[in-house]
């Protein structure tokens, strides 16, 4: 069974840096597509980030795009979401997921609905203060 547990949230003022961490088991990250995505209260949960296991193609919401960086560790099976820049509409409940379909798919629409992903962590919060 695949669990994702994420870590590294927090309370950072305007300005500054946080590293999200996603640590796997019962899945390599190796064959995996991995996706970022966060939910404000109140809100939708909404795409920030992924990455493709079959060529390594990676996808930003044009939001995050230039302050945020999703990479991979493939020994430590744990996928990183770097956030710098961060903005108070930053804020939000950040969620790693990825699928069970190892099928590799070109079309963006795969990396970005929250609906093509199978498993889910619990979530770690990221608080941007002004």
């Known amino acids: 069974q695949v669990q994702l547990v994420e870590s590294g949230g927090g309370l950072v003022q305007a300005g500054g840096s946080l590293r999200l961490s996603c640590a796997a088991s019962?899945?390599?990250?190796?064959?995996?597509?991995m996706g970022w995505f966060r939910q404000a209260p109140g809100k939708e949960r909404e795409f920030v980030a992924a990455?493709?296991?079959?060529?390594?193609?990676?996808y930003y919401s044009d939001s995050v795009k230039g302050r945020f960086t999703i990479s991979r560790d493939t020994v430590k099976n744990t996928v990183y979401l770097q956030m710098n820049s961060l903005k108070p509409e930053d804020t939000a409940v950040y969620y790693c997921?990825?699928?069970?379909?190892?099928?590799?798919?070109?079309?963006?629409?795969?990396?970005?609905?929250?609906?093509?992903?199978?498993?889910w962590g619990q979530g770690t919060q990221v608080t941007v203060s002004s």
């Open positions: 019962g899945r390599p990250f190796s064959s995996s597509d």
């Open positions: 997921a990825t699928r069970e379909s190892r099928t590799y798919y070109s079309s963006s629409y795969y990396y970005t609905e929250a609906g093509k992903y199978d498993y």
């Open positions: 990455m493709s296991w079959r060529d390594g193609s990676i």
